[in-house]
């Protein structure tokens, strides 16, 4: 109701606010909430110590204690019986079957003086081979072969100088000569191991030696009891079967 003063006050008027049709409710459906499940099950705590769950350690208290003996070794009863063991026996040189002590360490048996000598029967025809080769040479350069002193003096020296020639290039080479592979020899030293340049070059020296003395020194390995001549005592060397094993080199 609203009043009003002045010339329309005889007048009542009665005003009624409009009345505002209220809308019916919206019938809306009652959906369930959708709800996602966890992607990751659920996991037991790991190593991982959250900070909330942290609490330092308390500090402990050291008491004095007694100092424990050092133990000096481990504790054997009385009771307990000892063994009785011998000495080792002192490492004694290898010995032969007179009681002479052995100069190889090695276990590679000897060339027997048979092969050697066939070895060395092939090298020296190498060396004639040589020789005739000069000799050839000499005449085809228009030398004549004239029995006087100073030609008998150069042909005999050149035999010798021929032959040392041809073991001085095996030497230097470092292997064994055409008679020893042919033969199927090898050259090893005292301790079993492939001999160096120098030990080659004292073996060629010994056998100018052995040579030298009338075969004496080549006929030592006949009666040496590890069949060594002078060249293998004074280079310490010696041939030896490639493979010692086959029935050619066993000896019984």
């Known amino acids: 109701m609203h009043r009003t003063d002045g010339a329309l006050a ?3 008027e009665t005003m009624q606010a409009p009345m ?3 809308p019916a409710p919206r019938m809306t459906p009652t959906l369930p909430r959708p709800i996602q499940q966890t992607l990751f099950a659920d996991r037991a705590s790991g190593n991982v110590i959250p900070f909330e769950a942290y609490a330092p350690a308390q500090p402990r208290v050291r008491t004095a204690s ?7 070794g481990p504790r054997v009863s009385e009771a307990q019986g000892s063994l009785d063991f011998l000495p080792a026996a ?7 079957g007179t009681t002479v002590e052995a100069v190889i360490y090695c276990d590679a048996p000897v060339a027997t003086p048979l092969h050697r000598a066939i070895a060395a029967t092939l090298d020296w025809s190498m060396v004639l081979i040589g020789y005739g080769l000069f000799l050839l040479a000499f005449q085809l350069a228009g030398g004549d072969f004239v029995m006087s002193r ?6 005999g020296g050149m035999l010798p100088l021929i032959g040392f020639t041809y073991g001085l290039f095996w030497a230097m080479a470092g292997g064994e000569t055409a008679g020893m592979r042919w033969m199927q020899l090898r050259l090893t030293n005292f301790d079993g191991f492939p001999p160096e340049r120098r030990q080659r070059v004292l073996r060629l020296v010994g056998s100018c030696v052995s040579f030298c003395s009338l075969g004496v020194g080549v006929l030592w390995a006949v009666a040496d009891e590890e069949s060594l001549a002078w060249q293998d005592h004074i280079s310490r060397t010696f041939p030896t079967p490639v493979e010692a094993e086959s029935q ?3 000896r019984r």
């Open 10 to 12: 005889a007048k009542v």
């Open 248 to 250: 050619v080199f066993r």
């Open 150 to 155: 100073l030609n008998l003096m150069i042909f």
């Open 20 to 22: 505002r049709a209220e």
């Open 66 to 72: 007694k100092p424990q003996a050092r133990r000096t």
């Open 90 to 96: 002192p490492a004694k040189p290898r010995t032969l």
